[in-house]
């Protein structure tokens, strides 16, 4: 492999993982609000949260050292 390959690769790994958390999270949402809130707005929330999950992991991903990194890429949910 080249280091572009390498880079690729985890960039797509970071990618898949930022869209199964995002997807997640916004499924979530509907559980606990009342009134629930209409698809096209969790549409919208989810993939404004894959894009800033992808902007803050980005640099902070080691696809061969998984736990690198990970308190940095930790999520904190305080209903308080």
Same mark, same amino acid.
């Given at each position: 492999?080249? @280091? ?12 898949? *993982? ?10 979530? @949402? ?6 629930? @809130?209409?698809? $096209?707005?969790? @549409? ?6 894959? $894009?800033?999950? *992808?902007?803050?992991? $980005?640099?902070?991903?080691? *696809? ?17």
């Amino acid at each position: 492999y080249h @280091i572009f390959d390498i880079e690729l690769f985890q960039s797509q790994a970071m990618k898949k *993982e930022c869209e199964a958390a995002s997807w997640w999270f916004t499924s979530q @949402i509907n559980t606990v609000m009342e009134p629930p @809130i209409r698809s $096209e707005q969790l @549409i919208k929330f989810q993939h404004a949260l894959r $894009e800033e999950l *992808e902007r803050k992991y $980005e640099g902070h991903w080691y *696809e061969d050292q998984p736990d690198r990194g990970n308190a940095f890429r930790a999520i904190l949910v305080d209903d308080g």
